[in-house]
């Protein structure tokens, strides 16, 4: 061998010495066809359900169909444009997304890339956007509160850390402001809030991440968002993404979670549109046949573990939209068997002004007073039995039908309870004040006051409790119990006002 050879080899071995390599293996495939957000791709044959892989464009997708001849892939980013005859590449992995403290306050699409203008977070840790839902060991019983600052919500229906509850009703009858109410009123906890936007329009997702903003801690809140203009594959993917977010506060054990996922509706029917793509076979409504499993997979990932696997919790308020009140269409039906309960939003109410326009007859929570403070649990036990026959009785006066006194006195509170649980978006209640507000109504001093200034009377009792009194105010806040002194000092002060 000649001499400069040799030299030439020896420098190169030198070089190579100063660096290490590593053997990476990613089977190759080829797109057959594409369009619609499905690519067909031949091959690679150990790819498997979920699976990410890599075009030769660098865009990405998810193996959602596997067939003997085929694959069928659900394009998640097509940017710089794939075409028949392209390379696909395994990448060994299921999808994953960047999780981490770093996207507090931030703005991110499904796969974690900011939509804000900021840089990039930095990520320090990856979640699979598909993961087991806790075991039955790992879970613990729903017994803390989470407070939406709603008083209908947090007296009648109320939330635990750790429930699903199901928030339905027609469109705009305030489905998303009851969301939004309850993830500015934890501004005043320690729970971290991810807000999921599924289809919705650009503008509308805007307004709400200014409201937030303006009226919460935006510092302790996540926003993922798949807009209407998004791929049908990053709509379908968003709901899991964000749970695998919330995932990582849970497992940390130092946090709870409320997420809000707005609105399964519309994560249903890009699924529906996906499959059909995929040529799947329709079922009731053109859904495919799993798409019972779609959301229940999603939703038992949200649960209250015990202290040995951390204590943490998700609590999920899905949203789901129906069309004239129509509860018993499919999606609604098998959200409302998966969840905890549900808060249903009457259009008719909301209209006549009754806002927020909760109907109280169809709403249920599950978990019910095991998730209130002793306090709670005594003073709206007894009004939320009350609040019930009122509505119930409250049609006969329509018909200027003559009535007992009994039953007048029961109207003439249900009215005046009803003025009292109105209250303006983006106002949540603090807790205390939830209470007094019941107290003063069960004491029945607002009975002779004009239902029209109810609001405003009981705003000036409040007001006085506040100077007067505070250290009650203090306690409720802080025990959730009331003694028998701090009791009689405010039941006679609400009996003076």
Not at 151 to 173: N, Y
Not at 185 to 208: F, M, P, T, W
Not at 251 to 266: F, P, Q
Not at 307 to 316: L, Q, R, V
Request: proline share 4%; hydrophobic share 40%; with cysteine.
């Amino acid at each position: 061998m000649e001499t400069g050879m040799l030299e030439f080899l020896e420098k190169a071995k030198e070089e190579a010495s100063n660096y290490s390599f590593s053997v990476g293996i990613a089977e190759e495939g080829r797109v057959i066809s594409i369009g619609d957000d499905i690519a067909h791709v031949s091959g690679p044959w150990s790819t498997r359900l979920y699976e990410l892989l890599l075009f030769e464009s660098g865009d990405s997708g998810i193996a959602f169909d596997l067939d003997r001849d085929q694959i069928g892939v659900v394009i998640l980013e097509n940017q710089k444009g794939i075409k028949a005859g392209d390379r696909v590449y395994t990448a060994g992995t299921v999808l994953s997304v960047g999780v981490g403290e770093e996207l507090l306050g931030r703005v991110v699409n499904p796969l974690g890339y900011p939509l804000d203008g900021l840089p990039a977070p930095h990520i320090r840790a990856y979640y699979p956007v598909e993961r087991e839902a806790p075991s039955l060991i790992q879970r613990d019983y729903v017994s803390e509160p989470l407070y939406t600052g709603i008083k209908v919500i947090d007296a009648m229906l109320p939330i635990g850390r750790g429930q699903r509850e199901l928030i339905i009703g027609d469109p705009s009858s305030g489905k998303t402001s009851i969301a939004i109410d309850a993830v500015i009123n934890q501004k005043k906890s320690d729970v971290i809030s991810i807000y999921v936007a599924i289809g919705q329009k650009r503008e509308h997702i805007l307004r709400i991440i200014e409201e937030i903003k303006t009226y919460g801690d935006i510092s302790r809140t996540v926003f993922v968002v798949a807009d209407a203009t998004e791929s049908l594959g990053l709509q379908y993917i968003a709901p899991y993404s964000a749970t695998a977010i919330a995932e990582y506060f849970l497992d940390s054990g130092k946090n709870d979670v409320l997420i809000v996922y707005d609105d399964l509706t519309k994560h249903a029917n890009a699924y529906r549109a996906l499959s059909l793509l995929l040529k799947r076979p329709p079922g009731r409504e053109a859904y495919p046949g799993d798409i019972f499993y779609l959301h229940s997979r999603l939703l038992e990932r949200s649960a209250k573990l015990n202290e040995k696997y951390g204590g943490g919790s998700i609590t999920a308020l899905p949203i789901v939209e129906t069309q004239q009140g129509n509860i018993s269409s499919y999606i609604p039906t098998n959200l409302i068997s998966i969840t905890d309960g549900q808060i249903y939003l009457s259009t008719s109410f909301f209209n006549k002004g009754i806002r927020p326009a909760i109907d109280v007859g169809k709403s249920v929570s599950r978990i019910g007073g095991k998730a209130q403070v002793e306090i709670m649990r005594e003073v709206a036990g007894r009004l939320k039995i009350d609040y019930s026959r009122f509505l119930e009785v409250e049609v006969f006066t329509k018909f200027g039908m003559k009535i007992e006194e009994e039953t007048a006195q029961l109207i003439r509170r249900g009215e005046r309870l009803r003025e009292i649980l109105k209250q303006p978006e983006f106002h949540p209640r603090s807790l205390e004040e939830e209470i007094v507000s019941l107290m003063i109504v069960e004491s029945g001093v607002l009975d002779p006051v004009e239902p029209a200034e109810v609001r405003n009377k009981c705003q000036e009792i409040m007001k006085t409790i506040r100077q007067q009194i505070p250290e009650v105010l203090d306690h409720i806040r802080t025990t959730g119990r009331l003694s028998d002194a701090d009791r009689n000092r405010l039941t006679s002060l609400i009996e003076k006002s």
